[in-house]
């Protein structure tokens, strides 16, 4: 399969392509699955940090189109690493159901990067969703020893749990949110509670990372009305509603 004008981008910017295979697949909840790869060799020539993630492409009508899946547990020794899906309705969650032992799908390495912050925070505080436990699992094992307030919004009853099994509760202050009125539920709860935690601006950091249109209110509101030099913000908006 030929990756479009995606694909023609991403070469102009440098992107490496490799090709993975399935080696096992693993039902974590009814609305979550791992898939564990191997490589093509990808880790030997990229190596690792945190946070890293790369794209996946796939087809809807016979066109291709890319989503980006942040690695778990890559072992550049071995070779390997997991890809963990939050099913819904479309090709990419699609294709995770269906994925089985010895299958291939093609992936683009391109933008991936990560720079821990520098002075290291006194806090961490983190938005995010199902799409993006894998990204603030890594981020929370990137700074280890870090306290962190995390607001994780949830679909299903089954969310909550599976967000609890990735954080430490003598450090880190798990906070479930519903997703409820597209989103504005979670900006309404981080406003009401973010500014008498967060201290002095310079020893925070803010990770938000949600759907598209969240993530931007929540990071002009962090930026512009709780001054948070943008150095001390990271923000991504990590699928579309």
């Known amino acids: 399969m030929g990756h479009g004008w995606e694909g023609v981008v991403l070469k102009l910017l440098r992107g490496k392509d490799f090709e993975f295979t399935v080696t096992g697949t693993e039902d974590v909840t009814e609305h979550y699955r791992r898939v564990h790869v191997t490589d093509g060799g990808m880790l030997a020539r990229t190596g690792v940090h945190p946070t890293m993630w790369v794209r996946l492409w796939f087809e809807t009508?016979?066109?291709?189109?890319?989503?980006?899946?942040t690695l778990v547990d890559p072992d550049p020794v071995a070779g390997t690493f997991t890809l963990e899906f939050a099913l819904h309705d479309g090709p990419a969650s699609d294709w995770a159901r269906a994925a089985a032992r010895g299958d291939k799908i093609a992936a683009t390495v391109q933008g991936t990067g990560f720079e821990a912050p520098d002075p290291?925070?006194?806090?961490?505080?983190?938005?995010?969703?199902?799409?993006?436990?894998?990204?603030?699992?890594?981020?929370?094992?990137?700074?280890?020893?870090?306290?962190?307030?995390?607001?994780?919004?949830?679909r299903h009853d089954s969310d909550a749990?599976?967000?609890?099994?990735?954080?430490?509760?003598?450090?880190?202050?798990?906070?479930?949110?519903?997703?409820?009125?597209?989103?504005?539920?979670?900006?309404?709860?981080?406003?009401?509670?973010?500014?008498?935690?967060?201290?002095?601006?310079?020893?925070?950091?803010?990770?938000?990372?949600?759907?598209?249109?969240?993530?931007?209110?929540l990071a002009a509101y962090v930026r512009k009305d709780l001054s948070v030099p943008k150095h001390r913000v990271h923000a991504l908006g990590y699928w579309r509603p």
Do not use: M
Request: charged fraction near 20%; glycine fraction near 8%.
């Open 61 to 69: 009508a016979g066109r291709p189109h890319q989503r980006a899946y």
């Open 120 to 154: 290291a925070p006194a806090r961490l505080f983190v938005i995010g969703d199902t799409a993006a436990l894998p990204a603030v699992s890594s981020l929370l094992s990137a700074l280890p020893g870090t306290p962190a307030t995390i607001w994780f919004e949830t």
């Open 161 to 217: 749990d599976l967000a609890a099994s990735r954080v430490d509760p003598g450090l880190h202050d798990l906070r479930p949110v519903e997703r409820r009125l597209s989103g504005g539920h979670l900006v309404q709860e981080v406003k009401s509670a973010l500014p008498g935690l967060l201290g002095d601006p310079e020893d925070a950091y803010v990770w938000i990372t949600c759907d598209t249109t969240t993530t931007r209110a």
